[in-house]
């Protein structure tokens, strides 16, 4: 007994080594599964209240393009608005958009943390559980193209897992000829202006160029713009092939996000279970 | 270990990781290249420290970084790695009761010792940060390339800092 623990005490550097690696191993894979229950990340108070206060110089140098490309977004709203309440001359009625209560709400939010630079980024937004927030609501820029899912919420923060992360598939289809495929952001290069498609089965005709929308098979609603076709020229060997597209929607300089609620998603989801049950 | 040396660490703590979290997180060389200078703070822990000490101040320095990057435990493990390989470095070069030098900092022990040191230590750190990162090995290559850029990067910065921060004392 005695002999093993001078063994012990005089190698404690590599069984010290042991214990804490495996408690790192542990926390990185509990992190990598879909239930998550320890709160060390952004969504913590403390870390996020710096992040808040942090971004605050970052908001002000880019007031300027943020102020535009939300007047823009105004001016095409405002357009939107005449066109559904524009006057019929002809019979001189008042069309308005009759749909009372919409199917999706969008919440506006500001980024407070964004990493591009990571294999795996995750974006902390300013709104949380108190405002209707739950994990997997599926997050749009505004006006450009696909951002992400709810990861984590806390009471006023939340995470975002970012379309710049390996685990986040969107399916998406050419906006053409509705080909559906599946985005993934990457294998092999890590450049945030930059996708794939997969998935793509070979006969369907892509130009460079064509313009790839979510499908009507993603969580987000059905034809939010996510890129143009860059590269087609991918060699695979299979019968699907890969796209490279070049992203809408410019991760490094993302100010505001819209969290989109949808009103059927737990309908959605309750019904889909029941689905997997049978098969 | 007397207290200027405890504060001076503290301060270092601070200022490396605030760097790291404003500055070089944000920071990246044609998406491959990513510096990790806060380890640093690690390597540069006075020699007299008790190994679990080490480990408990590295395990911390870990998961505060990782929970400013949600990337839970993967800091946190590289950091624990880069220890242990500081405690058999540091136990095979120097020995055991010539700690006539409280820091291993560059000025201390020599330009090419703080090398071979850095150089074990980033290139440790940086494998299991990147292959933790990833999670996966259908993109083995592509990540040890990270790994490599990344570690080049770091061991540079943190050369650097040492040549600024430090005058060569006469030995």
Request: glycine content about 6%.
């Amino acid at each position: 007994m005695r002999n093993l623990w001078i063994f012990v005490s005089r190698y404690n550097a590599f069984f010290f080594f042991v214990i804490f690696f495996i408690t790192g191993i542990v926390l990185t894979v509990k992190n990598n599964a879909y239930q998550r229950s320890v709160t060390v990340n952004s969504t913590n108070k403390v870390v996020g209240d710096v992040y808040n206060n942090l971004n605050i110089l970052k908001k002000y140098m880019n007031l300027g393009m943020v102020n535009d490309s939300l007047s823009a977004e105004n001016a095409r709203l405002k357009t939107e608005i005449l066109a559904l309440r524009s006057v019929d001359t002809a019979r001189d009625v008042t069309i308005k958009d009759t749909m009372g209560t919409p199917q999706y709400t969008y919440l506006a939010a500001r980024v407070i943390k964004n990493s591009i630079t990571l294999r795996n980024n995750v974006i902390t937004i300013n709104k949380g559980s108190l405002d209707d927030i739950k994990p997997g609501m599926s997050v749009i820029s505004p006006g450009k193209g696909v951002v992400g899912y709810i990861r984590d919420v806390s009471e006023h923060l939340a995470t975002i897992q970012s379309l710049l992360h390996q685990k986040t598939y969107v399916s998406v289809s050419i906006k053409k000829n509705h080909a559906v495929g599946s985005l993934i952001w990457g294998e092999r290069n890590l450049d945030y202006r930059k996708a794939y498609i997969k998935e793509i089965p070979n006969h369907f005709k892509v130009k460079l160029g064509d313009t790839v929308v979510t499908s009507i098979y993603s969580k987000f609603p059905s034809g939010i713009p996510v890129g143009t076709v860059s590269n087609t020229g991918i060699a695979t060997g299979g019968n699907f092939m890969t796209i490279e597209i070049n992203l809408i929607n410019d991760f490094s300089t993302l100010q505001y996000v819209y969290v989109i609620k949808n009103k059927y998603a737990a309908e959605q989801q309750a019904l889909e279970a029941k689905n997997s049950d049978e098969q | 270990m007397n207290s200027k040396l405890i504060l001076v660490n503290i301060t270092r703590w601070v200022i490396l990781l605030l760097i790291q979290i404003l500055l070089l997180r944000n920071l990246s060389f044609y998406n491959m290249a990513t510096p990790f200078t806060y380890i640093l703070f690690l390597l540069l822990l006075p020699f007299g420290i008790p190994n679990i000490v080490l480990y408990l101040v590295a395990f911390f320095t870990g998961l505060t970084l990782d929970a400013f990057y949600d990337t839970l435990g993967v800091h946190t493990t590289a950091c624990i790695t880069l220890v242990f390989v500081r405690i058999l470095f540091i136990s095979v070069t120097v020995s055991r009761d010539g700690f006539d030098e409280p820091e291993p900092t560059l000025g201390n022990m020599g330009f090419k010792w703080f090398l071979l040191y850095a150089l074990f230590c980033t290139f440790s750190h940086h494998l299991v940060l990147f292959l933790l990162e990833t999670f996966r090995l259908t993109e083995l290559s592509y990540t040890l390339l990270r790994c490599l850029m990344s570690g080049m990067f770091t061991l540079f910065t943190v050369v650097l800092v040492e040549f600024i921060f430090y005058n060569r004392k006469a030995r």
